[in-house]
């Protein structure tokens, strides 16, 4: 539904984007990650058609974004960040504009903006001058914007930036509910949204991408080796010689008494045997379960790599 | 043209919600009453030419302000981001932005409609020169605010749009007067380009469809330039 291809753009002689490719399928929803000034939105504004690429090309549902840009316009809403929005129209006045300019038949256009309304909850303040609510509320008009007109492909620069946490769970379950039907890029700055809402994650950082994967996967791969805790009820004196001399093992530590933490391959899931052998000695098995790097430390871990890196070569 | 009118809708809504443009109507209105006043009242001439001309002449700084904020300020607040990615070109956006502001014009313009009724109640005008004179206001103002929307596709700052509109607009007024300096071709080059020149026998009512070409030419020409500055910006 999506193809970046070396997509490359610097303003003046700063460059945003150096090298950046992925895609997406159609109906995914694709969380956009990195620190700032990463060129996350100046990607986006190139996907919208707003800024042209210096090299390499982007296609939108099969349209090109720099020569068929009206074909890639109409199946596009974008939310910008910070939601640039009319402070002197009313709610519904500035819906129905949008409607008109983005080809909704005028019939269907107050029906269009009903529904946009009711799902970015902001019925309530439909005939309120934008430029009297509050941010949050004008973030979501900026969604309401992005999906009045049901397009295929949703691009939303930050939409959860300044909406409180009940509305940041209500627009959460609104985007997820978009995939499938609609394909969905969405940059953020709160990780645990991505491992929430997406289905697979791009992190970029200084203008290049760092990795690309599910959540799930990212977390695993980083770690190299998967660790299982395992707490057991009794006494076991003679557990750590035995956990090691099993096949697959690379390591086991005690955490905690009657805690220990079991390594492996990441490639091999052990559960199942150690719980065997747990059980068959009679140790009493209280807990089992693979730990989890959180995403947080895989984003930390990628983005200042690689300024380790850089700092080695220089 | 569907996109054109929704956007001209939109302007015409900023205009109508905006402080700007109430003072600008009423200074409008103020002036014109004056210079009616002493001309109908004190002069006893049941005549509109010299209100007519006096209104040319406001334009040259009521134009550049109306026009100011058209792409200027969806500049400064991001908007622009929005309305250019939507299905909506350059030149659709350009027209429709400008056909705002002509309507924001005409509408200052329909207010002082009382001015020449009260001729034809009191007195025995020509009705002929009446029409004409607001044609030719209108056109005159339309390529004003044609100029004044190319200076705002240009300067990311109301005021600098305002400027740079006023000073091409006053730059083309003054061409018929330093049209004398020279010799007969380059006077008759220079007095074709000058924007009063045309205007002239519209207040005497006469229509001639050279004057007609003239505006119409130009307004398409310099909203031809917008076009293509809006186009090249983005690729800044
Ligand atoms: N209009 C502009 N003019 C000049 N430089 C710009 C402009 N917009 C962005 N940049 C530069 O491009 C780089 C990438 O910016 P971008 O806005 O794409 O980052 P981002 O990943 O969205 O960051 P954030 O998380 O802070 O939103 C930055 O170094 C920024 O300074
Ligand atoms: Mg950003």
Same mark, same amino acid.
């Given at each position: &539904?999506?193809?970046?291809?070396?997509?490359?753009?610097?303003?003046?002689?700063?460059?945003?984007?150096?090298?950046?490719?992925?895609?997406?399928?159609?109906?995914?929803?694709?969380?956009?990650?990195?620190?700032?000034?990463?060129?996350?939105?100046?990607? &986006?504004?190139?996907?919208?058609?707003?800024?042209?690429?210096?090299?390499?090309?982007?296609?939108?549902?099969?349209?090109?974004?720099?020569?068929?840009?009206?074909?890639?316009?109409?199946?596009?809403?974008?939310?910008?960040?910070?939601?640039?929005?009319?402070?002197?129209?009313?709610?519904?006045?500035?819906?129905?504009?949008?409607?008109?300019?983005?080809?909704?038949?005028?019939?269907?256009?107050?029906?269009?903006?009903?529904?946009?309304?009711?799902?970015?909850?902001?019925?309530?303040? $439909?005939?309120?001058?934008?430029?009297?609510?509050? $941010?949050?509320?004008?973030?979501?008009?900026?969604?309401?914007?992005?999906?009045?007109?049901?397009?295929?492909?949703?691009?939303?620069?930050?939409?959860?930036?300044?909406?409180?946490?009940?509305?940041?769970?209500?627009?959460?379950?609104?985007?997820?509910?978009?995939?499938?039907?609609?394909?969905?890029?969405?940059?953020?700055?709160?990780?645990?949204?991505?491992?929430?809402?997406?289905?697979?994650?791009?992190?970029?950082?200084?203008?290049?991408?760092?990795?690309?994967?599910?959540?799930?996967?990212?977390?695993?791969?980083?770690?190299?080796?998967?660790?299982?805790?395992?707490?057991?009820?009794?006494?076991?004196?003679?557990?750590?010689?035995?956990?090691?001399?099993?096949?697959?093992?690379?390591?086991?530590?005690?955490?905690?008494?009657?805690?220990?933490?079991?390594?492996?391959?990441?490639?091999?899931?052990?559960?199942?045997?150690?719980?065997?052998?747990?059980?068959?000695?009679?140790?009493?098995?209280?807990?089992?379960?693979?730990?989890?790097?959180?995403?947080?430390?895989?984003?930390?871990?990628?983005?200042?790599?690689?300024?380790?890196?850089?700092?080695?070569?220089? | 043209?569907? *996109?054109?009118?929704?956007?001209?809708?939109?302007?015409?809504?900023? =205009?109508?919600?905006?402080?700007?443009?109430?003072?600008?109507?009423?200074?409008?209105?103020?002036? *014109?009453?004056?210079?009616?006043?002493?001309?109908? =009242?004190?002069?006893?001439?049941?005549?509109?030419?010299?209100?007519?001309? *006096?209104?040319?002449?406001?334009?040259?700084?009521?134009?550049?302000? /109306?026009?100011?904020?058209? %792409?200027?300020?969806?500049?400064?607040?991001?908007?622009?981001?929005?309305?250019?990615?939507?299905?909506?070109?350059?030149?659709?956006?350009?027209?429709?932005?400008?056909?705002?502001?002509?309507?924001?014009?005409?509408?200052?313009?329909?207010?002082?409609?009382?001015?020449?009724?009260?001729? /034809?109640?009191?007195?025995?005008?020509?009705?002929?020169?009446?029409?004409?004179? =607001?044609?030719?206001?209108?056109?005159?103002?339309?390529?004003?605010?044609?100029?004044?929307?190319?200076?705002?596709?240009?300067?990311?700052?109301?005021?600098?749009?305002?400027?740079?509109?006023?000073?091409?607009?006053? %730059?083309?007024?003054?061409?018929?007067?330093?049209?004398?300096?020279?010799?007969?071709?380059?006077?008759? /080059?220079?007095?074709?380009?000058?924007?009063?020149?045309?205007?002239?026998?519209?207040?005497?009512?006469?229509?001639?469809?050279?004057?007609?070409?003239?505006?119409?030419?130009?307004?398409? =020409?310099?909203?031809?330039?917008?076009?293509?500055?809006?186009? *090249?910006?983005?690729?800044?």
């Amino acid at each position: &539904m999506i193809e970046v291809k070396n997509l490359v753009r610097s303003y003046g002689l700063q460059p945003a984007v150096r090298d950046i490719s992925f895609s997406v399928q159609e109906g995914e929803i694709l969380g956009f990650l990195g620190p700032n000034a990463a060129g996350k939105s100046t990607t &986006m504004k190139i996907l919208a058609g707003f800024l042209p690429a210096n090299s390499g090309s982007a296609t939108v549902a099969g349209f090109d974004v720099s020569t068929q840009s009206i074909e890639v316009r109409k199946r596009l809403g974008y939310l910008p960040e910070n939601a640039p929005l009319y402070p002197d129209m009313t709610v519904s006045d500035y819906l129905k504009f949008h409607a008109r300019i983005k080809g909704i038949p005028s019939r269907q256009i107050t029906q269009k903006v009903q529904a946009a309304l009711e799902k970015c909850f902001i019925v309530e303040v $439909k005939n309120k001058l934008i430029g009297k609510l509050s $941010k949050g509320y004008r973030q979501r008009v900026g969604l309401a914007q992005a999906l009045i007109h049901d397009p295929q492909v949703l691009i939303l620069d930050e939409p959860t930036v300044g909406l409180d946490p009940v509305a940041i769970k209500e627009t959460r379950d609104l985007i997820k509910s978009l995939g499938g039907k609609h394909t969905v890029i969405l940059s953020t700055h709160i990780l645990p949204e991505v491992s929430m809402t997406c289905g697979r994650v791009v992190i970029i950082h200084k203008g290049k991408v760092v990795a690309e994967d599910t959540p799930e996967n990212l977390t695993t791969k980083l770690q190299g080796v998967r660790s299982i805790y395992l707490e057991v009820k009794n006494e076991a004196p003679n557990l750590l010689a035995e956990l090691s001399a099993i096949q697959g093992v690379n390591r086991v530590s005690i955490t905690q008494a009657q805690s220990y933490l079991v390594e492996t391959r990441q490639d091999l899931d052990l559960r199942d045997e150690l719980a065997r052998w747990v059980v068959n000695k009679g140790y009493g098995l209280i807990e089992l379960r693979t730990e989890k790097v959180s995403l947080e430390d895989v984003f930390v871990q990628l983005t200042t790599q690689e300024s380790e890196e850089e700092l080695t070569h220089a | 043209m569907h *996109n054109i009118l929704a956007i001209t809708r939109k302007e015409l809504h900023h =205009y109508f919600s905006s402080p700007i443009a109430y003072a600008l109507a009423t200074m409008f209105l103020f002036i *014109n009453g004056f210079v009616f006043l002493m001309v109908v =009242y004190f002069q006893q001439q049941a005549d509109m030419s010299v209100v007519t001309m *006096n209104m040319g002449v406001i334009f040259l700084f009521l134009c550049p302000l /109306i026009s100011m904020r058209l %792409f200027s300020e969806e500049r400064r607040t991001g908007t622009m981001e929005l309305l250019m990615t939507a299905p909506v070109t350059e030149t659709q956006a350009v027209l429709g932005k400008f056909l705002g502001a002509v309507g924001m014009l005409a509408a200052m313009l329909a207010l002082t409609f009382h001015l020449p009724l009260f001729l /034809i109640l009191f007195g025995k005008p020509d009705i002929g020169p009446l029409w004409s004179s =607001y044609l030719g206001l209108l056109l005159l103002g339309s390529g004003y605010l044609a100029l004044g929307l190319l200076a705002s596709s240009l300067a990311k700052n109301q005021v600098v749009a305002a400027v740079t509109g006023f000073g091409m607009i006053l %730059f083309l007024w003054l061409l018929s007067a330093s049209g004398d300096i020279f010799s007969p071709p380059v006077t008759d /080059i220079l007095k074709y380009l000058s924007f009063f020149e045309h205007f002239g026998d519209f207040t005497k009512g006469v229509l001639d469809t050279r004057h007609l070409i003239f505006y119409l030419s130009f307004i398409g =020409y310099v909203l031809y330039l917008s076009v293509l500055s809006i186009r *090249n910006r983005k690729w800044r």
